[in-house]
């Protein structure tokens, strides 16, 4: 994976949800609700986006 990057953005709060899930959300970088960030594209991260897909809106590039 030679510098993919995905964008994320959060259009669900973390607030009642697991602890892992919101920890998710942080490791992510995602501080607010349409918060938007760009991260690399590995496993690390997919782990953490596949976690907590139905929070977030995912666009690669």
Do not use: F, W, Y
């Amino acid at each position: 994976m030679a510098n993919k990057e995905i964008t994320i953005k959060l259009i669900k709060s973390p607030i009642g949800r697991v602890k892992r899930h919101r920890a998710c959300v942080r490791g992510l970088g995602l501080r607010r609700m349409h918060h938007q960030v760009t991260v690399a594209d590995t496993p690390e991260n997919r782990g953490m986006i596949n976690k907590i897909v139905d929070m977030l809106a995912i666009q690669e590039s």
